[in-house]
């Protein structure tokens, strides 16, 4: 199951403490303490698996490595080791505490998330014309504790919508290497699944239905993917008995979740051309661009008909 909205507390880890240390060397005794590590940071890194955020899953707490102490003879103490998390590029961060948000929309791109405490100093920092046996040194200082909302939401060319079994998964499956389950009947699909067709990436959103923008089903979840895709192409299956009503649901949700999603560039495509009669194919067209939308019939059994869809896609 796909993981798109997960809560993780990050612990930073704290600062070493600074030694007092002093050389026993005679006629040199001065001040050796070294300082202490710093504390292990936390950075998010953007990767390209969609899963990713399934690591966070039962995890609700992380921490990192403490910096060591600092020892004499001018031995600082080891730093914390850094923990870099792999999230998906597309994942929104929110700092619960602050509010404030940040997104990896690139993959390989890093933040700091929680930064680790800085470690003290040891007293050898503290020596002067005027104090060249000092005995103070510092505690290190502790690192950053933080709560993290991590919201994936999808980025993609082209995001393929329509209500259930309206034949995205099986679109998807034809045009690339995808492995999306398929079946006659409806929520085949219930998470969403990425293709690509010669660098395009597409998005297959599982099949909304009316009421979704209000929460009804999983609309919402899948919704928010929508958001972040460049251009939508609109499935309606040509076994549908209103198919302009069919288009006019998932046309009103789009616009009730979003109002910016009616303003993206969109295409509509007649699914399973190939399962009705073409009197009736006839007939959903029409009824479509009398209501002024123009459609193009397609069928994953016709190769010739997806030509029409790999010219958008190029």
């Known amino acids: 199951m796909l993981i798109d909205d997960v809560t993780v507390r990050l612990e930073a880890g704290h600062g070493g403490h600074g030694s007092v240390a002093f050389n026993k060397v005679r006629l040199s005794q001065g001040p050796t303490g070294g300082d202490g590590g710093r504390g292990g940071s936390f950075y998010f890194e953007g990767v390209s698996d969609i899963n990713a955020l399934a690591f966070f899953s039962g995890r609700k707490v992380l921490r990192a490595e403490n910096g060591k102490n600092g020892r004499g003879q001018f031995i600082d103490g080891k730093n914390g080791t850094d923990m870099v998390l792999k ?14 948000m940040q997104e990896i929309t690139e993959v390989g791109e890093r933040i700091l998330a929680a930064g680790g405490g800085s470690g003290g100093r040891g007293n050898f920092k503290f020596r002067s014309s005027t104090n060249t046996t000092p005995k103070e040194s510092e505690d290190g200082k502790k690192g950053d504790i933080v709560e ?9 060319d082209v995001g393929l919508v329509g209500l259930p079994n309206a034949g ?27 293709g690509a067709y010669y660098g395009r990436i597409i998005a297959d959103i ?12 999983l609309g919402v979840k899948f919704l928010k993917h929508i958001e972040r895709t460049k251009r939508i192409f609109h499935l309606i299956s040509a076994e549908s008995e209103d198919p302009v009503y069919d288009y006019k649901i998932l046309r ?8 910016e999603l009616a303003k993206k560039e969109e295409q509509v495509f007649l699914t399973k051309s190939d399962s009705v009669s073409s009197e009736k194919l006839e007939t959903s067209l029409r009824a479509l661009e009398d209501d002024g939308v123009k459609s193009i019939p397609i069928s994953v059994l016709d190769a010739e008909s997806l030509e029409s869809v790999k010219r958008l896609l190029s």
């Open 206 to 217: 599982p099949g909304l239905i009316e009421g979704a923008s209000s929460g009804k089903g």
């Open 148 to 156: 993290c909302h991590l919201e994936l939401r999808l980025i993609a």
């Open 252 to 259: 009103r949700e789009l616009e009730i979740y979003n109002p």
């Open 168 to 194: 995205k998964s099986s679109l998807l499956n034809e045009l690339t290497n995808a492995k999306s389950k398929v079946a006659h009947y409806a929520f085949t699909t219930l998470e969403p699944h990425l």
């Open 87 to 100: 999230v998906p590029a597309g994942t929104r961060i929110t700092n619960q505490g602050t509010g404030f």
